[in-house]
């Protein structure tokens, strides 16, 4: 399984970036799915999750700005960002807790994407 991001880049504070992360491989479903960041010096964090089912979970900082979302037919997940700040600075990177078996012999692994980069100059 391979989780492919994409959609960072260089924006000025206040702008929108919209990313991507497409799962591709051995799949029979996928579980959660997330976006996870990490800025220079600091700790990996947990920026936004999803369920199968589309139920959702914000960390602190980015609630109101940002929004995840899925499409289960492509494999994929989205994450929404608006009204980007300095802070945000940091590569992104997805995760998927995807079922590689079946229904009734469920193979589950965690896989990680290979982050893109966001850049938000004030």
């Known amino acids: 399984v391979q989780l492919q991001a994409s959609g960072g880049g260089l924006v000025q504070a206040g702008e929108s970036l919209r990313l991507s992360c497409v799962a591709s491989g051995s799949i029979f479903s996928i579980n959660a799915m997330g976006w996870y960041r990490q800025a220079p010096g600091k700790q990996r964090e947990l920026v936004a999750a999803?369920?199968?089912?589309?139920?959702?979970n914000y960390a602190d900082s980015v609630k109101g700005r940002f929004t995840i979302s899925r499409d289960n037919a492509k494999n994929t997940v989205y994450l929404q960002m608006n009204s980007l700040k300095p802070e945000g600075t940091a590569v992104y990177s997805c995760?998927?807790?995807?079922?590689?078996?079946?229904?009734?012999?469920?193979?589950?692994?965690?896989?990680w994407g290979q982050g893109t980069l966001v850049t938000v100059s004030s």
């Open positions: 995760n998927a807790e995807v079922n590689s078996g079946s229904y009734y012999y469920p193979v589950v692994k965690d896989y």
């Open positions: 999803i369920t199968s089912g589309g139920s959702t």
